[in-house]
């Protein structure tokens, strides 16, 4: 079974996040754990939303356009 889950940027629904290293403020051992990602696009630490699979991201990105 493959993991076909998708972390986005939960400010600009950007799939450009990666775990925060340590050079960047992250605590050893400990940023994956926490879950805090740094999103390349806003340049911010960001708490990852996970989506189960494409469909499921391609839907919030959708509802992400409709907002204000
Ligand atoms: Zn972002």
Known sequence: MSD???RACP???SL???AFSLREGGVPGASEMSGMYYC???KKKAMPIIFDDEKEYKKFIKQMRKAP
């Open 11 to 13: 400010r600009c629904g």
């Open 16 to 18: 450009r996040i990666r």
């Open 4 to 6: 076909r889950r998708i």
């Open 40 to 42: 390349e696009r806003c």
